[in-house]
């Protein structure tokens, strides 16, 4: 192989490297969520979404997650994400106190018989709400495996 040929194929990988790094940064701007597509890991969700199938996310206003969306969340700083059912929206909660202006979550696999309090108080154990800002996105499109 000559020097020409194998100069092409590193260039033909990397704009095809770079098209679709484009494509993912384009679609986060769009949906405004940092994980644009995520894939059901567990049965958690059954009958609604089974292991393998894709969920596409979009997170415009934060504050705008009401009961019965399938929300995706991270307490972990975006290594681990969750994807549950909103059971329930607490607005303007009191926290330590102080009156809060965000919402406040908790949330429940349709296929799991208890809430995710126990996954928060894991995280923290001051922690009794999902926060808006764990938000990863809400599910808008779903895809079967």
Same mark, same amino acid.
């Given at each position: 192989m000559d020097i020409?040929? $194998? &100069?092409?194929?590193? =260039?033909? =990988?990397g704009m095809i490297a770079a098209s679709a790094l484009v494509i993912w940064k384009? +679609?986060?701007l769009v949906t405004g969520s940092e994980s644009p597509v995520v894939v059901a890991l567990t !049965?958690?969700?059954? *009958?609604? &979404?089974?292991r393998g199938d894709l969920v596409l996310l979009k997170l415009g206003n934060r504050e705008n997650v009401h009961r019965g969306d399938i929300t995706v969340y991270s307490l972990?700083?975006?290594?681990? =994400?969750?994807?549950?059912?909103?059971?329930h929206v607490h607005r303007n909660a009191?926290? !330590?106190?102080? %009156?809060?202006? #965000? %919402? +406040? =979550?908790?949330?429940k696999? #349709?296929? /799991?018989? /208890?809430d995710d309090l126990p996954v928060y108080l894991?995280?923290? *154990?001051?922690?009794?709400? $999902?926060?808006?800002?764990? $938000?990863?996105?809400?599910? !808008?499109?779903?895809? *079967?495996?």
């Open positions: 020409r040929r $194998l &100069l092409q194929r590193v =260039f033909t =990988f384009s +679609s986060m !049965n958690s969700m059954q *009958p609604t &979404l089974n972990s700083q975006g290594k681990t =994400f969750v994807m549950h059912r909103t059971v009191v926290c !330590n106190g102080n %009156a809060t202006s #965000d %919402a +406040s =979550f908790l949330t696999g #349709d296929n /799991v018989t /208890v894991n995280a923290n *154990p001051n922690m009794r709400w $999902l926060r808006s800002e764990h $938000l990863v996105g809400v599910g !808008n499109v779903y895809i *079967p495996y």
